[in-house]
Every structure is written in structure tokens, then in C-alpha cells.
DNA sequence: AGCCTCATGTAAACGGCGCTAACAATGTTA
DNA sequence: TAACATTGTTAGCGCCGTTTACATGAGGCT
């Protein structure tokens, strides 16, 4: 197929120019505002077409969902790898902050990939995948407090569960605007003032 | 206006009964599945006559939101009143419970209320009413824990902040099906695990 | 009572949506 | 080259949100 396509009649890759038309609707406008006949449009094609390579709107959704998903999971790895070498306290607290982050400055693919959307299991291989990258890097980081010895009176699927809801709870409050009471706190300093608690909780064990 | 209608041109509550079926409709099949349309046909009335009483979709949404909000700030103001004469750390681990079971026994209304479409300030006085009353409760206990001299080096916005992005972070995974690790949880077991934490955190400052 | 007015209902229509069916063009392979 | 599978197109269905123009009836005024 000819990369430097014109009116050719078969588009080459629809499939992935519908997902990159879905992430880049999302991510401006809203999981609301994306239509597949909207994306059809962008992508030059007829309204139909999108059904060649999607069964409906939530398999493609799924796909946009995938791809959020890789998002994530790349910048809370590139966090982890970043932090190899500090204390795993400083990796659980940067990942905490990094999560949060992520959810600020993607909110409307945050919402989307932890919805019910983003969710579905057994439907698509890659967002199952993708969903379970992504939720490896705070266990292993707390494995990593484990094996310096601290707060190991607690397990590490019970420290996940707190961390994980601790950061994810900032991150959706942040999002509706809920959090810094009236004033404009930034993403970092809420998700550090928090993350800051829970190390302190940590150490105190 | 006669209660007992018959065949009255004017429907005489149709505002009440919009909001009724609205709520019912979102708790029974989620927040995708309302529409005007199909309210108009339970309420039997045309397509139009909700434009008499909501200028649009959203309005009539914001509508159920605060009919969820009520209802939240009901459950957790029970709570409240059921601890008055417990400890505040008791009251506290209680009204984080509370908060996640409202989560768990109405997801959709829970969902619905921390949207974007429930979270959007100024168009609904009574949203915003109930949005706010139904914060309250958890600072309320809080500066019952400082007047009781527990976790005082730590500021009452601090601590709402902290306690409630735990619950609220508890009660979103566990919507979405991330919390348990496999096993069915039940949200009581997952609340009270990470609220546990949480009063250690406090006693321990 | 009769009338006016306004709130609140109806009917009909518009464009946009998800989705399907029938058909056409292209790529692939024997 | 001929058959076949893939991937496009066109046209149309029913549902939706919303608007417009019109109908009904309840309450206040004289």
C-alpha cells in the first residue's frame, strides 16, 4: 500500500487512522463528543466504513481506551525506571505524584479508560493488556519498600489497595475540581501533600 | 391540581415525575440509557413537554444529580448521627465505610453525581446545595478528632483532603471492579481494610 | 359569568446519531 | 486471468435532542 496515498479507494489503514482520530477527539472534546460518523469524516471516508474494522462505537471506544491505556502506562514506567536507583519510598511517593499527574493533564482519557468503558474485560486482548501494565507499577515499587525492610507488616496487595486508592482518589477529586478548597492547587502539590501522609504512615510501621 | 389525575391535558407535576423516572432510569440502567424521550414516555407526555420544565438534557440531568446528592448526604448524615456519642476515630472509620456502601449499592448514581454533569457548579442551586452539604460531614468529623486532640499537627483541610481521596478512591476501584485482586470484596471488607490504615496513620501522629 | 393571559401541554419537523443491507472497487491467490 | 476475500460506498431504518407553531386549560380581573 502507498503511504503517500490520494484518492485511492481503499484507505491502507483506516483502522489506526480511526484510532488516532479517537484518542486526538477525546483527548480535545470529550468520550461525549466522539461519533463515528465524526471520525469517518476525518478520516475521509463514508459513515460505514468504520464498521469494517469495529463490530460498534464501544470496540472502537475500547481501542481509544487501549491506547490511553499505553499512555499511562508508559509515563508511570518512565517514572519507575527514573527511580530505580533512589530509595522505594521516593519510587512510591514519585509514582504516586506521577499518577496523579497524568490524570491532570489527560483527564478526559483518564476518564475514559476508568470507565466502564475502559473496563470491560474479555473483549479486547490489548486494553486487558494495557490495564494490567499499567496497575504493575505500584505493586512492584511496594515490593521494593518490602525488600528494604519497611512497613512489612503489612502485604504488599493491601499496601496496593491503599496507595492505589489513595492516589486514584486525588486524581478524581483533582478532576472535578474538588480538591484545594476554592484555591487553584496544582495537580504535584495536591498528589505530594498526600503521597507525603502515606510515606509517613509507612515509616511509622 | 387533582392527585388522582385521569385524563387532564396538564400533567400538574411533571417536573416531579421527570425527575422520578430520571432517577429510577439511571439507577436501573446507568446514565446512557435516560433520555428524553423515554421519560416524556413514561411520564406519558409528547417528546416536547420536558422543554417546559428543563431548557435541555443536561438541566434535567443536573436535576437527578442533586436527587442523588440528597440521597448521599442523607446516607451519610445517618452515619453521623448514629456516631454522635462514639469516638471520632470510630465516627471517622464509620463514615468512610458509609460513603464507600453508598458507592457500592448505587453506582450509577454515585457515577453520575461525581461527573462532570454532577460536579457542574452554578447551574443548579440545588446541586450545588446538596453538593456541598453532602461534603460536610466528613471535615465535621475530623475537627471532632482535633477536639478530641488526635492527628492535631495535621490541619482539618489536610485531613479531609487525605480521608477522602482515600474513600472516594476505595469506592471508584471498587466500581470499576479493581479492588479484591479476583475475589468478590465485599465493599464494607475493602472500606473498612483501608480505613483501618487510615486511623493507625491518626493515632500514630 | 365572561374574558384574558400565561403556563403548560401537543404535533410536526430538522439534523445528527448508531447501525444495517445491498452493492462496488480493489487486492490476493490459484 | 478468474475467483474470492477485503474493504470501501450509498441508501435507509429508527432513535435521539431540540425547535417551532399551535392547542388547552387554570386563575385572575371586571
Known amino acids: 500500500m502507498n503511504a503517500a496515498m490520494g484518492a485511492t479507494y481503499h484507505h491502507g ?19 461525549d463528543a466522539l461519533s463515528l460518523r465524526e471520525l469517518a469524516r476525518r478520516a475521509g471516508v463514508s ?6 474494522h469495529f463490530p460498534d462505537k ?8 487501549a491506547r490511553g491505556y499505553q499512555r499511562f502506562d508508559q509515563a508511570l514506567g ?9 530509595s522505594a519510598l521516593e ?3 514519585q509514582l504516586g505524584v506521577a499518577y496523579v499527574r497524568f490524570a491532570a493533564r489527560n483527564p478526559n482519557l ?6 466502564p468503558i475502559g473496563q470491560a474485560s474479555g473483549h479486547d486482548s490489548e486494553l486487558d493488556k494495557a490495564c494490567r501494565q499499567s496497575a504493575e507499577h505500584l505493586p512492584r515499587a511496594l515490593m521494593r519498600l518490602h525488600e528494604e525492610g519497611i512497613a512489612t507488616s503489612i502485604s504488599v496487595q493491601e499496601l496496593t489497595e491503599l496507595a492505589w486508592a489513595l492516589v ?3 486524581a478524581m477529586l483533582y478532576l472535578d475540581g474538588l480538591v484545594g478548597d476554592g484555591k487553584p492547587l496544582s495537580a504535584e502539590k495536591a ?6 501522609h502515606l510515606v509517613a504512615l509507612f515509616r511509622a510501621d
Open 13 to 31: 489503514s483506516l483502522r489506526e487512522t480511526l484510532l488516532d482520530a479517537g484518542v486526538e477527539l477525546v483527548v480535545e472534546a470529550g468520550i
Open 47 to 52: 459513515s460505514a466504513a468504520p464498521y469494517r
Open 58 to 65: 464501544d470496540a472502537l471506544l475500547r481501542g481509544v481506551a
Open 78 to 86: 518512565k517514572v519507575s525506571k527514573q527511580c530505580a536507583e533512589t
Open 91 to 93: 519510587a512510591v511517593q
Open 110 to 115: 483518564f476518564r475514559l479508560i476508568f470507565s
Open 168 to 170: 486514584h482518589g486525588v
Open 191 to 196: 498528589a505530594e501533600r498526600v503521597t507525603q
